[in-house]
């Protein structure tokens, strides 16, 4: 991230949160995205984490998918953006959730100071206008608070690319130096605790129950519980059984 | 080019041109310029053809280059980049020249509306820091007038890419498709009576010379001869004869 950035990440981070200046960051940083929209064509979504929604600008390559872009919409209250994902292969779509969960946590592992110096990018299978699937080059940038290190904006872009054929490889755009994704352990990202809790949620007992079986009180399993949520960035605890399964947590 | 780019493409246009308005279109491109190298860390270029002048933003990939981004100015009377074009290869060097007149080409080969679909796409040897030469993945963006189709405004892209292998491609960021540049013809740059007198100027006959062995006026044949050096982006006649003979024109 530049000085510019950092600069206002400072400004932000050193100010009482107001609902202006959280606009004005959200403003910046949708200038970003609509830049690459404009100069490479690309579909870029930016989600803001912390207000929990998203704005979709829809480049030229929008033209080719199966997106009706005069009715999709532009402003989503949501981080996951329905449009684009219901055009992307099953398969895919799954494995770029768990992709996108290892790249936060790989980003979340370095010193705050470098996160905004790798982006993820993967490809994915899309459906195309004439109803086949195209592949798709995906890239994933986390734009992090400056002081703070938490990831408050992620900007998804997406272009077709029809010969691309690489693995999922995470990008140091500083050296050129890029990390297969797989060699990322993240068995870190939930606590031994979180995983026990996790355990008895999927043999469908109570919080109320864990709490007992545990020596905790209701209130701490519920919180273990929404913590298991969020680190999972999922809906529900039905969602992170499974999401915690296949990243081999479980 | 995105609705908002033209929609300022016919602003301008439409317009007398006033200073205020044409500082705002720079503006406009520097803020695209800014997010790709705060985004992916690249260093940015971007040429204002009608003021021949360049800003410069160096990315955090400058770090391992043989910048001083200290020292090195951020905005430059030409639109020729010294600061960057120094540590380029020299082979590499010309040929970036060369390939970007053959761009700039195609790009005018195109109907106004589809200028905007297109970039080029080359690998360049750069020295690093250490003094070995890295391979650096460069990008080249025109920014059309919306109503005229001429180019405005030229961004470049610089990223360190050591594994890059790839020919230099024209991409079209609309389908993902591909174009080796060597398959575009660009014969046509300059016209049947200016290569005649490119010719002559090489053979150092002067302007009044080739007037009378022409038949023209003095006037006109300087007239050739400076739309030929605008054609080629050169500064002069030698560099004119030195280019048009690579392209393959005399």
């Not at 480049?59 to 009715?71: E, S």
């Not at 919409?73 to 953006?81: D, G, S, V």
């Not at 608070?145 to 999922?168: D, E, Q």
């Not at 297969?180 to 031994?192: G, P, V």
């Amino acid at each position: 991230m530049s000085d510019t950035a950092k600069q206002l990440g400072r400004k932000l981070s050193a100010q009482e949160f107001s609902d202006s200046m959280l606009d004005n960051a959200a403003d910046y940083y949708r200038g970003i995205a609509r830049a690459y929209a404009e100069t490479e064509n690309v579909i870029a979504v930016l989600s803001d984490l912390r207000t929990n929604s998203s704005y979709v600008y829809y480049g030229k390559a929008a033209n080719m998918l199966a997106i009706d872009t005069a009715k999709a919409r532009r402003q989503i209250p949501t981080i996951w953006e329905e449009e684009i994902f219901r055009i992307v292969h099953p398969d895919d779509l799954h494995r770029k959730h768990l992709e996108e969960l290892k790249f936060f946590d790989f980003v979340s592992s370095l010193p705050i100071d470098i996160r905004g110096e790798h982006y993820l990018q993967s490809h994915l299978r899309m459906l195309s206008k004439s109803g086949a699937y195209v592949t798709v080059r995906h890239r994933i940038f986390y734009f992090c608070n400056a002081s703070k290190g938490s990831v408050r904006m992620a900007l998804c872009l997406y272009n077709i690319a029809p010969g691309m054929r690489s693995a999922t490889e995470i990008i140091n755009s500083v050296t050129g130096e890029t990390i297969d994704l797989t060699e990322h352990d993240c068995t870190d990202i939930l606590s031994h605790r979180e995983i026990e809790v996790l355990r008895l949620i999927e043999q469908g007992i109570s919080s109320k129950q864990i709490a007992s079986l545990l020596h905790r009180s209701v209130h701490t399993v519920n919180r273990h519980r929404q913590n298991i949520i969020e680190k999972l960035r999922v809906a529900n605890s039905t969602e992170a059984c499974k999401v915690a399964k296949d990243l081999g947590l479980l």
